[in-house]
């Protein structure tokens, strides 16, 4: 990589982040299209959420509506939102980790 001068090999750098770059753009349309899904109370409320974390959908069972108590059912939509953001988030970094790790060896990226 290094030529007699001792400078890195400027196209190969080049096609190096290319290939990173297309790489990247494919991470993040795979993570806009996949979905996760988080629970909570034993399943009474599931959100499913994008990989890239926007909510797409929310079902609330019946069973878990009482009118005397919407404080709970609060409580059941913020915990499963967060459980299918954390899934979202886990498979953000597999998807994503190994190319920020790649980006790391290369000289003027800051990761």
Same mark, same amino acid.
């Given at each position: *990589? ?7 090999? *400027? ?10 770059? =297309? ?69 953000? =970094? ?6 920020? =790790?790649? *980006?790391?060896? *290369? ?5």
């Amino acid at each position: *990589m290094i030529p007699g001068g001792g400078q890195p090999d *400027m196209q190969q750098l080049l096609q190096q982040a290319q290939k990173m770059q =297309q790489d990247l753009t494919t991470a993040q349309q795979e993570l806009a299209e996949a979905s996760v899904e988080g629970t909570a109370g034993g399943g009474l409320v599931k959100a499913t959420v994008s990989g890239s974390g926007e909510l797409m959908r929310l079902v609330i069972d019946p069973k878990a509506v009482d009118p005397d108590d919407t404080e709970t059912l609060a409580d059941l939509v913020l915990a499963a939102v967060r459980d299918a953001n954390s899934a979202a988030s886990e498979l953000q =970094q597999q998807k994503l980790g190994p190319l920020a =790790q790649g *980006m790391g060896g *290369m000289p003027g990226l800051p990761f």
